[in-house]
């Protein structure tokens, strides 16, 4: 039978990967669902190829394009898509807060969930869960850094593992003056070393929030405690992540950085199939680690602060810096400024005994999502724009 699979943020780097994935699986998946936010060219040659598929723009400008017809508009449009169509599994890349809705949305609809959208645990990850087992779905994680935890877990008995090692790139700035920080242009922050993603993702890669991002995803995720979970520097991008286990040995997964294969891997779960990605060669290989600098980068020990502190921090955390990211973007702050400004929020009270219990509970989240984002503008305001 044809596992039936919607595609969230169908144009963006994630979901162009899954395209390809699901081009190679032929016969076995049928696209159901395909979404984007305003990739509205893009959407309309996927529904060329994939006619069958239903689909949805999410994007406010999008009204009035050359879209093509029958669409579903907007997030309601979207979350109604998933709950109408129930695909068998929807990949979520969408980025950024949006995403957590749709990912509710589809494991209410008894989809498995494929998830590139890490905000969605780094927000929720109690309430995705909660809701997961009580829908007996799978959320399938789809960073290359969780898929290589979590088969590293699964192989060796979640029950073992003493600690989580997340391997980072350390991004464009690694070796870069520290005093030069200051001047650090989009351009240059856009320039990630081994991976091609979108703009928001590679501007935390370089600032190293991605990482912070991803500490929190793994607590949320796996169930470990932040203090058990460390960063290494790997700027090959070839070791994806490692376990350490009770005993001592660390136990690594390798592969080419490549999306497809995290991806392949959730689509396909629980089976271990022949992907298309060319296989790894060793001759003049060379594996480099390093400790990451904490100073230079106050997002990863911030990440770290929001993690276990709990409640509404990490959310906050996610918030502020999407916020700072899109100003610095739009040259309104500096590289600099971004730490500052999820410094400042994260200064504010975000702790919410009994949140996750609550029936209200994702009203509260996106509310406090709102109100960190709104505290970030302040700062840039009035802040940033006193001193210039
Ligand atoms: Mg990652």
Known sequence: MKKRVAVLGATGSIGKSTIDVLRAGGERFEIVLLSSHTGVSGLRALS????????????????????????YRGKEGL?????????????NGIAGAAGLEPSLAALDAGADLALANKETVVMAAPLVFALAK??????????SEHHAVSSLLE????????????????GPFRKRKREDFARITVEEALAHPTWNMGPKITVDSASLANKGLEVIEAAGLFTMPP???????????IVHSMVRLKDGAVYAQLSRPDMRLPIHNALYYPECTPCSLEPLDFTGLTLEFEAPDSTAFPMLPLAYEAAGRGGLYPAAYNAANEAAVAAFLTKRAGFLDISRIVDYVLNMDWTAAG????????????EADGKARKAAETYI????????
């Open 79 to 91: 979350l109604r898509a998933i709950a109408g169509i129930a695909p068998d599994i929807v990949v």
């Open 134 to 143: 009580r829908k007996g779905r799978r959320v399938l994680p789809v960073d």
């Open 155 to 170: 192989a060796h008995g979640r029950e073992n593992a003493g600690e989580i090692i997340l391997t980072a790139s350390g």
């Open 381 to 388: 305001s009035e802040k940033l724009y006193a001193c210039s």
């Open 227 to 237: 203090d058990r979970i460390s960063v290494v520097i790997h700027p090959q991008s």
């Open 355 to 366: 949140v996750f219990e609550s029936p209200e509970a994702l009203q509260i989240i996106l």
């Open 48 to 71: 060329r190829e994939f006619p069958a598929a239903a689909l949805a723009l999410t994007g406010p400008d999008t009204a009035g394009s050359d879209a093509p017809a029958n669409v």
